[in-house]
């Protein structure tokens, strides 16, 4: 993948890249660039959750664990047992590797 638009990818991920795993693997971002964008797949998938979650059509995807092992890649590892004050549960921000 070349030419990435990093704000359109800021907005919905999965449009722009097809895995978790691209957005790792894409030379033309920086890491702080690659977290912003997983981070936000992450919360898009967590919103996605909460609304099958309350009655809304749809399926769960299993993509959540693919998108935390890829930010895991780029940021080093994650705090991811402190609860955050809405259902998404919004992840700490660390320092990018």
Do not use: C
């Not at 790792?24 to 981070?39: T, W, Y």
């Not at 998938?45 to 895991?72: H, N, P």
């Amino acid at each position: 993948m070349t030419g990435i638009d990093f704000h359109e990818a800021l907005l919905d991920p999965a449009t722009v890249f097809d895995t978790p795993e691209d957005v790792v693997r894409e030379a033309s971002l920086s890491n702080p660039e690659k977290a912003e964008i997983l981070r936000r797949w992450q919360y898009n998938i967590a919103e996605e959750d909460v609304a099958l979650e309350e009655g809304m059509q749809g399926s769960e995807t299993g993509m959540m664990r693919r998108v935390m092992l890829a930010l895991q890649q780029v940021v080093g590892d994650l705090e991811i047992s402190r609860d955050g004050p809405s259902k998404q549960h919004g992840l700490r921000r660390s320092k990018e590797k």
